[in-house]
């Protein structure tokens, strides 16, 4: 039971890992309401929200935030401890694709990064409180314990030049010297 | 079900302590508690879902679904919030309540704490106090709690502080990087640092091996099981007894009274939702300073319309937290070594005596700092986003120390728990409804404490600093809730007696944080506990076998 559930996850990761780079070509054939491998975004909004996150936690010699599972960490709490901002997120991101496609005729995930750039900044500016919603959720993706599905590889904490698992104090005692019972 | 002497509502600091002490006495005893038993195994390292960090809900209860609790804003305005959310004042819902997870801070409060209307004067619009009670009073009580919990740490370097006979029974921990820092730096000041008191092991101590040092302490249960609570101290001797029956699940609905107007037992909701009648010759309530006072509330009748103790509507009022503020400092070299627990530097030397302040508090190196904590404490001017946000994480992460303290915060009559007129909890018990706030001197206060963190950390070399002060515009009661059944010599102006005795009622005792006058400028849980053994001991002592009558 316990090893089943936990091989589960591991295709799940596994398969996420390989979709953030899959994830155009998969797109291609998708409609409005296609899931594919997520839990309440659909595709489009998973690609919407990639490219959101992305910029709050933009790649530099480490993982931008869709590398590190950070929509995939949203996407599971949307369905489990975050269900009430649900219709946030759906207002929210459709509202980024409508400044997207008014700005720049196209959609967000296709833009190049200085105006995808433009675009959440914009979005900051007219959707204050969705954007603050998403700027906190993926700073607790990126910076939380990877056990949520985001921070993955703990790659954040690597950053930081924290321990993984974190528990350098216990490397500093021998447990098994007697000290305890 | 079997009549016992007695039932205690509540397995956090106090009540863990009253069963026990009861139990031991040969009482019998049943002993309720709303949450679960949970255990070192329970730790998970969570960092998004304990009981410090609440994003994901709380680790230790009590669960978002069907526990809302309402505040009032200073505009009048209502809010309805979930148990995971500030304004929600949550301590925990588990047995050991807030001790499974504290941080573990083990202070004994000053003597003048006792007395702070005697020492300052009541401001005007307060209702500060003197407690009934002296630091004499309650000083064996302090050790008895320091060697039964087990406390470590070495205050013998303050003068501020109440006497003691004898010391703690145990040497601190070692020292970390930041009280190499700032050690010296307070000496420089003229300050008088030393080892905080911790209810943790540092050495093997009551069957349990020492602290591991990990930097995951407060708000996380005990991997090793190092951190010394009431479900890892007296819980199990309470049980060991044979005296005390342990009633997980189980949610208070009322006080039963009967004709005469006294205690007869408790109506609760057991784990499986069923409404039993637990029948006593005492009823002990130790729900925490918020639930304690709903319970009385909610307990009406005939003869008690406004809920039990409540003749001359004291009950929920002076509500009282701390008003925390301090500095965060920025240094140029690594401060952060990841050893844990956290705070192991403190100052009392702001408690008292800063003329036009009626007190203060201690200031003491901040707890822990997880990543995702850090994510909004970068210096003022970094972005709150973006590539150059993630580029401060980066830098300042080990480059930082916080100095913060508990202000003691100055009461008012008009701070407050009611019971909510219309929303009801999953149970059907009106709810939790907070308003009020605590008087604006506090603030004051609380200012003036930041800038003296700020001073401390620039002496140790900090290249920028911020100052933390806000002004809350509601009561901040949260984990250190203290105050809403207050002790006092006067029934129109306490709840109960100077031995937790509610004063209408004499079969019915409030013992935990809400019969504190005043809380200290200190974490209160080593108080909570001293102040358990000492009406403990004094209920035993009038206990002369079934029905109870002082």
Redesign the interface.
Known sequence: MLSGSKSALVTRRQFVAAGVAGGAAVAIGCNATDRGNWEFLTVDQSRTLAAICD????A?D?PAASQAGVPDYIDR?LI??YRRYQDEYRRGLEQAEALSRSRFGRELASLPARQQ?EIVAALEQQKPEFFALV??H???GY???P??GGNRDAV??K?????E??????A??D?GKG??? | MKRVNAVVVGAGAAGGIVAKELAVAGLSVVLLERGKWYTAADCR?????NQRTT???NAFGPE?EGTPRVWVDAQGATHTVLASEGGYNNNAACVGGGTLSYGAQAWRYMPQDFRMRSTYGAPAGSSLEDWPISYDDLEPFYEQAEYEIGVSGDDSGTPFRGPRRRPLPMPPLPPGREFSVLEPAAKRLGLHPFHIPMARNS??YN????C?????CVGFACE?D?KNGSQNTVIPVALNTGNCELRTGCMAKEILTDERGRARGVAYFDERGRLREQWSDIVVVSGCATESARLLLNSTSGLFPYGLGNRYDQVGRHLQGHHYTGALGYFDFETYD???PGATIAISDYNHGTPDLCGGGMLANEFIR???H??DRLPPGTP????A???A??HW??RTIVIMGPTQQIPTADARVTVDPAVRDKWGLPVCRFSGNVHPHTFEIGEVQARRAEAWLKEAGAIHTSLMAGKPTIVSAGQHQAGTCRMGNDPRTSVVNKTCQVHDVDNLFVIDSSVHVTNGGFNPVLTIMAVAYYASAALVREWKGTGFRS
């Open positions: 910029q709050i936690v933009p530099d480490f709490q489990r401890h750039l700027r906190n993926t700073m607790e910076y939380g314990s056990r949520h954040s904490w950053m930081l030049g924290l321990p698992p974190p528990l350098l104090g216990r500093q005692y447990l000290e305890s019972q | 390292k969570d960092d998004l879902r994003v994901l809900g978002d050495v093997p069957g349990r091996g020492p591991m040092r990990c930097r995951w090793v190092a990841d050893i844990g997880l990543p995702i850090m994510v709150r986003w973006g590539l946000h993630k580029q994480m980066r992460h080990k």
